[in-house]
């Protein structure tokens, strides 16, 4: 299984930018996927998770400001970022709960390479 992100850049304060996030492999459905972002030297930290069912949750940090979305038909979650802050800056990474599609049928977790977001005046 492997989860693919795209949409990073460098942008100016105020800006904003999509983050899509892919899922493939022997995928039978996917529980949750959240986005996490790192900062050098410092824990991963949770932004925003979405759940099969359409709950979504943010960190205080982006709420009103950022908005997570999925497809669970083609096993895509999206992130939506906008008035972008230079406290932003960081990797951000895709991940995945996911049911795998092959005996033993075991929840698995999965994450991307990670996409850079760099907020600078």
């Known amino acids: 299984v492997q989860l693919a992100e795209s949409g990073g850049g460098s942008v100016h304060p105020g800006e904003s930018l999509r983050l899509s996030c892919s899922a493939s492999?022997?995928?039978?459905?996917?529980?949750?996927m959240d986005w996490y972002r790192q900062v050098a030297g410092k824990q991963r930290e949770l932004v925003a998770g979405?759940?099969?069912?359409?709950?979504?949750r943010y960190a205080d940090s982006v709420k009103g400001r950022f908005t997570i979305s999925r497809d669970n038909a083609k096993k895509e979650v999206f992130l939506q970022m906008t008035d972008l802050k230079p406290e932003d800056t960081a990797v951000y990474f895709c991940?995945?709960?996911?049911?795998?599609?092959?005996?033993?049928?075991?929840?698995?977790?999965?994450w991307g390479q990670g996409t850079l977001v760099n907020v600078s005046s």
């Open positions: 991940n995945a709960d996911y049911l795998e599609m092959r005996p033993p049928y075991r929840y698995l977790e999965a």
């Open positions: 492999g022997w995928i039978i459905s996917i529980r949750k």
């Open positions: 979405t759940s099969e069912d359409g709950n979504v």
